[in-house]
């Protein structure tokens, strides 16, 4: 009997393709559940979506499964508790479909935006919108969405030509000296929008020579507008922008909020 349940726990490993457990004095035959892939983590692999569901145990008791902060799941068996801590795996974006009525007075830009993006496990909400609204601040033909934070050699919005040849290389947050040097060279026009502090970029600026410097364009939001905003958008959001005389209103809902656009230049 006990070689059979080794076997069978021997066979489940192999078709799950990911782990194997016991007790040390008994073997478990257990068997992995599909879940709700929106209830719990994802994974690429089909066979890790959603991590890991109930276990069946031999004698009818179920196991409950806990999730700890971050990424491990651990499950339990009551009364004799058996606890299996998955390794971590890397959580794949969540999707927001946000769908944008642009007005960009300033530049006489008038678009009507329907925009998918995927929120990094480790970008906040803050950069996420920063990103969003340079998106539509600098709006134009061959604009597009980067791989954002799961790549660190492209910028998090960027515009082409026709021929893919990059012509505006657009920053979020704080990038460090080095990389505004690179990425001042790389294009003809560089822009920064950032939710932080801008005295930080300019700091950043005093550390070393960077190419062009007066030409790279800093814009700042404000950390007290962007979080309000986020409070009001979920992941299926529909936005009216309008940036008029330096001023940005946004509504989402039945909520609207403003913040002035203010442009800085690193040799302030």
Not at 34 to 48: A, M, V, Y
Not at 200 to 206: E, F, G, I, N, V
Request: hydrophobic fraction near 40%; aromatic fraction near 6%; charge should be negative.
């Amino acid at each position: 009997m006990r070689g059979a349940l080794g076997s069978a726990l021997s066979a489940l490993a192999e078709r799950s393709g990911v782990m194997s457990f016991g007790t040390g004095r008994e073997t478990i035959d257990a068997d992995i559940a599909r879940t709700n892939k929106q209830e719990l983590g994802q994974s690429s692999d089909p066979r890790l979506s959603g991590l890991f569901g109930g276990i069946e145990v031999a004698g009818g008791a179920k196991a409950a499964w806990h999730r700890k902060p971050g990424h491990a799941v651990q499950l339990a068996r009551e009364p004799r508790a058996i606890q299996v801590e998955c390794a971590a795996v890397a959580l794949s974006a969540t999707v927001y479909h946000l769908q944008i009525e642009l007005s960009d007075v300033d530049r006489g830009v008038y678009e009507a935006l329907d925009l998918r993006l995927g929120r990094h496990p480790s970008e906040t909400m803050r950069y996420l919108l920063t990103r969003v609204i340079a998106y539509c601040l600098c709006y134009e033909e061959g604009i597009a969405f980067s791989k954002g934070l799961s790549t660190t050699e492209e910028p998090a919005v960027w515009v082409k030509d026709l021929q893919g040849t990059l012509r505006v290389w657009i920053e979020v947050g704080t990038p460090s000296a080095d990389r505004l040097h690179k990425a001042s060279k790389a294009s003809p026009r560089l822009v920064v929008f950032t939710h932080n502090d801008p005295d930080l970029l300019k700091a950043a600026a005093r550390e070393r020579s960077i190419h062009k410097a007066d030409n790279i364009e800093v814009y700042a939001l404000d950390g007290g507008f962007l979080d309000a905003l986020a409070a009001a958008t979920d992941r299926n959001a529909k936005w009216t922008l309008v940036h008029t005389e330096g001023m940005l209103y946004v509504t989402s809902g039945e909520e609207s909020f403003s913040t002035p656009v203010v442009r800085h230049t690193l040799g302030d």
